[in-house]
Each structure stands twice: as structure tokens, then as C-alpha cells.
């Protein structure tokens, strides 16, 4: 039987966590580096832990749609938080046309009507007469999901090295190890040229006037937002796509239209208390599809664009099958 591998996984977000757990339970041996003080230090941390590969449709092409429907089942075996409540994406009386343009893009739902948003959202019952609802969809808190996979690395006999900054040297010999996965996201970029970032801003309000038990987008011809519920009534919103590195904090004007689309949500949300505040940059191709690329014993798990915690589980299986003997054609 041939010994098990020894992996180094560069970089502790959603990307490296699902890699380095999905190697060790194939067999290898795992150590997980992370130059920050936690793991999720970079953009994993902002995100909103949507499991909504229908949704996404509405922008993303076929492949991210194919990749990422086996995403929902991965998170559901992995973190027991996973809930599995659906999507609904609603829009403002006059952005009607909006919600038919969705329409148009996605598959897997059903037109619904005031009283059936009433029935699975009733503080919004009264506010939308036409809604899309995604049955199939799900969510995780990105925060506490993260912590559950290093757990389970943990676990499976891995190693989780923080504030790891030698392990990070793009100088590190890999005759040190069989192989280097490098999921570092942007902080990569002086080796993946091609990767840009795109910023994004999100809020964490905490209102205990409003209850919702599932994402809800909503639609706006300029900024369409999504709020997502976590535990103790506090609201993700998010997120803006903005192409820039600037990587300084929110600026007035996102965090404005964040806060009133908030507000055309659910007037109660104007009670609300500002909790956090985060900023991030999304590491993304130039169509904006994640790839797996492999240059010698170094696989680069990367461009994740808005779909991280979507497609790490697929892109997790094809360092696998790299690893443990199945190439695919789009590695090199």
C-alpha cells in the first residue's frame, strides 16, 4: 500500500478548509497554514453563506450551476447548522419586471403569491404580492461553519498552523512535501497574474423585530441585495460587487444603500443595531470561474469569485481525484 501523502494547504478561507478536509478524508496527511490569526481571515469571512446554486443562475454561467448542486449535500454531511429552508427573491412593486427577468434566468422554483409569502415569511407578508420561492436551497453561518471544518481537520488528524507566515514563503521548497495546495485567494495574485479583486461590503444588523427563516433576495435594477437570517436575530446584508482592489473600508454610499435596501425590506429594520461592518476582496478570473491548476507538485485552488462556499466542495473533489490518481482537463 503506498504511504499517504503529505499535504501542505496554503490558506485557511472556505476554499483551503474544504480541500484540506476532503484530502484527509481520502488518507493524506493534512497541514492547514493560515498567515492570519484565525482561519477564515480573508474573504470567507464576509461572506453570506448562501447554498443557492439556482439563484445564482441568474448570473453565473451553466458550469458554476452544474458544479455547485452537489454543494448543498457536501455542507448538509459536514455541518450540522446547515439549514435547508429554501430561497425567496422578492422585489419592490415597481421592479416587477426584475422578478420576470429572474424568472427568465432560473429554474427550480415557484411563482408564489401575498398569502404563500405570508405563510413562509409573515413580516413580509403584507409588503410583496409576488415572490420566487427555491425550495431546494439552503444556508450556512460562513463564521461557525469554517470553525466545524477545522474541527472535523482536527479530527481526522490534521494539523492547523495560524500566524504561519513561514509556511506562506512563495520560496518554500516543495521537496518538503508530495504536494502544495495553494488556496490563498488574492493574497496569490504575484503568482496567478489573470486574478483581480473584486470588493465587496456587508453589514451585520441585529434587530429582534424582524424574523425571517431563509435568504431573501431582493431585486433592484441597480443594487440587489440579499439578507441573510442567523442565529439571535442578526441579518447578514449584503453585498456589493464592485471591480476594484481597494481593499480601504465601506464607503458612504454602499453602506447607505445596503441600510435603505434594508429598510424596503421590512421598515422595522430601521430599529436596527449596526453590529459589524466588513469589506473584502473576492479573488476572481477574468470570467470569473473558479479553476483548479496544478504547475508541478503546487495545485492552485482559486477565483472564487462570489461562489466559494458554492463550488470549494466540487473544486475540492478535483484536487482529490489530482491527488489520489484522476486528472481532469482543465488541470495543467
Known amino acids: 500500500m503506498a504511504p499517504s501523502p503529505e499535504i501542505l494547504v496554503r490558506g485557511a478561507g472556505v476554499a483551503g ?101 405570508g405563510q413562509l415569511e409573515p413580516d413580509l407578508g403584507d409588503r410583496f404580492s409576488r415572490a420566487l420561492f427555491f425550495p431546494e436551497e439552503g444556508q450556512v453561518d460562513p463564521r461557525k461553519a469554517l470553525e466545524a471544518l477545522k474541527t472535523r481537520l482536527v479530527s481526522l488528524g490534521g494539523t492547523v498552523c495560524l500566524n504561519d507566515t513561514a509556511r506562506h514563503d512563495d520560496r518554500l521548497s516543495e521537496s518538503n512535501w508530495d504536494y502544495i495546495i495553494d488556496c490563498r485567494g488574492y493574497a496569490s495574485r504575484h503568482q496567478r497574474p489573470s486574478l483581480r479583486g473584486v470588493r465587496g461590503e456587508m453589514l451585520l444588523l441585529k434587530c429582534p423585530d424582524v424574523t425571517l427563516h431563509r435568504p431573501v433576495r431582493m431585486l433592484h435594477p441597480r443594487i440587489p441585495i440579499y439578507i441573510v437570517p442567523r442565529a439571535d436575530h442578526i441579518f447578514m446584508v449584503g453585498a456589493t460587487m464592485i471591480e476594484s482592489n481597494d481593499d480601504r473600508g465601506i464607503t458612504l454610499r454602499s453602506m447607505s444603500e445596503l441600510l435603505n435596501a434594508a429598510w424596503t425590506l421590512s421598515p422595522a429594520f430601521s430599529e436596527a443595531e449596526i453590529v459589524d461592518i466588513g469589506t473584502g476582496l473576492r479573488p476572481s478570473y477574468p470570467d470569473n470561474i473558479p479553476a483548479v491548476t496544478r504547475e508541478g507538485r503546487t495545485i492552485h485552488v482559486n477565483g472564487m469569485y462570489r461562489h466559494g462556499f458554492l463550488l470549494s466542495p466540487a473544486l475540492a473533489s478535483e484536487v482529490c481525484d489530482i491527488i489520489f490518481g484522476v486528472e481532469h482537463p482543465q488541470t495543467s
Open 17 to 117: 478548509l474544504v480541500s484540506a478536509v476532503s484530502l484527509a478524508e481520502r488518507g493524506a496527511h493534512v497541514t492547514l497554514s493560515e498567515i492570519g490569526d484565525r482561519v477564515g481571515a480573508g474573504a470567507s469571512w464576509m461572506a453570506g453563506g448562501m447554498l443557492a446554486p439556482w439563484c445564482e443562475a441568474e448570473s453565473a454561467p451553466d458550469i458554476i450551476t452544474q458544479r455547485s448542486v452537489s454543494a448543498v449535500e457536501w455542507w448538509k454531511a459536514h455541518v450540522p447548522e446547515t439549514i435547508i429552508n429554501g430561497s425567496l427573491v422578492v422585489a419592490p412593486p415597481r421592479d416587477t419586471g426584475e422578478l420576470r427577468r429572474f424568472a427568465r434566468m432560473t429554474s427550480h422554483f415557484r411563482e408564489i403569491g401575498a398569502s404563500e409569502i
